[in-house]
């Protein structure tokens, strides 16, 4: 599989349309879970500007539990309905925070990070996890960003077999 370097335009529906063929083509014959999330953590992190952080939360023993990721360390444990990775879980929606200083029960894993995008990945009516996205500018994430996003996790959910610890 050959990357194709993108522009960065920020909030680019074309780049998210060839971040998304990019994606489609890592996950093409790979089912393993980890493996698919590990790379698409990668891709994002290469592909995205002003970001300095992206990864996955997998839903385990009641709980989001940090899987594969880029960036610095991160919190391991996030309860449902906590902070915005555990609302997004429990809502089963994606949620933009344009300023994380605003959102009630913000978890500051980076106090670098300012705004965030958290997309919940549902299979089969099963929560599986969210994807994560931390910037360090206050409203960098829109609606092309959710829509794409979004679109990106239902291309790689398409390849993956969910494998949970429940």
Not at 27 to 42: L, Q, R, W
Not at 61 to 67: F, I, K, T
Not at 103 to 122: L, Q, T
Not at 157 to 166: G, R
Request: charge should be negative; hydrophobic fraction near 45%.
């Amino acid at each position: 599989m050959h990357i194709i370097e993108t522009n960065h335009n920020l909030a680019n529906p074309e780049l998210y349309a060839l971040l998304n063929k990019q994606a489609a083509s890592l996950v093409e014959g790979e089912t393993d879970m980890i493996a698919n999330f590990a790379n698409i953590a990668a891709l994002l992190w290469m592909s995205l500007e002003r970001i300095n952080w992206v990864g996955f939360y997998l839903w385990k023993h009641d709980q989001l539990v940090l899987g594969p990721f880029q960036g610095k360390p991160a919190c391991v444990r996030i309860p449902l309905g906590k902070g915005v990775c555990g609302t997004a879980a429990e809502r089963r929606e994606t949620i933009i925070v344009h300023d994380v200083d605003q959102f009630p029960g913000h978890i500051a894993c980076d106090s670098a990070s300012r705004s965030e995008i958290v997309v919940p990945i549902v299979s089969n009516g099963t929560l599986v996890g969210v994807l994560d996205v931390d910037s360090p500018v206050l409203s960098r994430f829109d609606e092309t960003d959710k829509q794409g996003l979004e679109q990106l996790i239902e291309t790689v959910m398409e390849a993956t077999t969910v494998e949970l610890a429940v």
